[in-house]
């Protein structure tokens, strides 16, 4: 893998700019997509239910850097009402009461100092998955500001669903055996979207003896993360698979990402698969084997 990236795009005119521009930055851009208006509130120990911003109906809007420095990781949370929807921030430290009739999604996270923006992709049936991004600009040879992406599932260029709580779960044996850290690189064999040629990879797979939980994979030269819902398949003590889909969204870009595993004893086997589904087509495939440790 290249030393500074996992990915190479080239989207300054999208993103926020590096160096002086970062360390000079004095508000945190926000970004809803589908386009609303809607209020973006902070819940920590000493702002309980603070509204940080309200975007404008072209989903735009903006929040001080100082009201979130301090704070460290906080939790992206969907929440939907009869009467609105809201975008809330909440500390590790804090709670966000939780009104009668609304529904809320878990949908990922937002960290000053990692994360440049906030970029939110709202759904009406259930949030997928967070990709946070930090992103290299080939052009400029220096890293982008990274963008807290939360991706929803329903703009019409999903992947095929993921499992869900009617899917069945494994009958074999205990499927918490192959839980772990798998760690390795993989090499793309076939590149039209102009990646980084190589990934090195930290994996964990977390299920319970069902089956069912999470792969949490991330490309770590580039800090990207994807988490997947999973429901292992065990053939045996020593083998099992899954396979996995979610959605990543990289300025007007969609990609489907998936991720095809087998594993044989400590040793697993993946496939990954990003489609561009908009603009320019453009596949990416990396393969390879990770390790148990």
Known sequence: MQKRS???????????????????QQSVPVRVQPAAALDVVLFSAANAGKVLAT????????????????????TVIEERCPDRTRLLLVA????????????????????????????????????????????????????????????GGDDGTKPPPGPGPNDPPN??????????????????T?????????????????VD????????????NANVT?????????SSSTAASFQAATTLQVGTRIF????????AGNVMTITQMLTNTSGQACTVRYTGQLTKS
């Not at 996992?6 to 000079?24: E, H, I, K, Y």
């Not at 102009?194 to 797979?205: E, K, P, Y």
């Not at 003896?209 to 770590?220: C, D, E």
């Open 190 to 206: 076939t590149n039209t979207c102009d990646f980084a040629g190589a990934a090195s990879i930290r994996g964990v797979l977390a």
């Open 256 to 263: 489907n990402v998936s991720d095809a595993a087998a594993i």
């Open 55 to 74: 975007t404008a109906p072209d989903g735009r809007g903006s929040f001080d850097i100082a009201e979130v420095a301090n704070l460290g990781k906080l």
């Open 92 to 151: 590790a430290d804090t709670q966000a009461p939780n009104p009668q009739k609304c529904r809320r999604r878990t949908a990922g996270a937002f960290w000053w100092g990692q994360d440049k923006a906030l970029n939110a992709q709202l759904t009406g049936t259930g949030m997928s998955t967070t990709v946070k991004t930090g992103l290299i600009a080939a052009a400029v040879g220096g890293v982008i500001g990274g963008v807290a992406l939360v991706n």
């Open 209 to 220: 003896a069902a089956g069912r939980g999470t792969w949490q994979k991330t490309h770590v």
């Open 171 to 188: 009958t074999g044996p205990n499927a918490t055996s192959f839980n772990g850290t798998y760690t390795g690189n993989l090499t793309a």
């Open 6 to 24: 996992a990915f190479t795009f080239v989207l300054a005119a999208l993103l926020l700019s590096s160096g002086t521009a970062a360390q000079t």
């Open 226 to 234: 994807f988490n997947f819902n999973v429901v292992l398949t065990v």
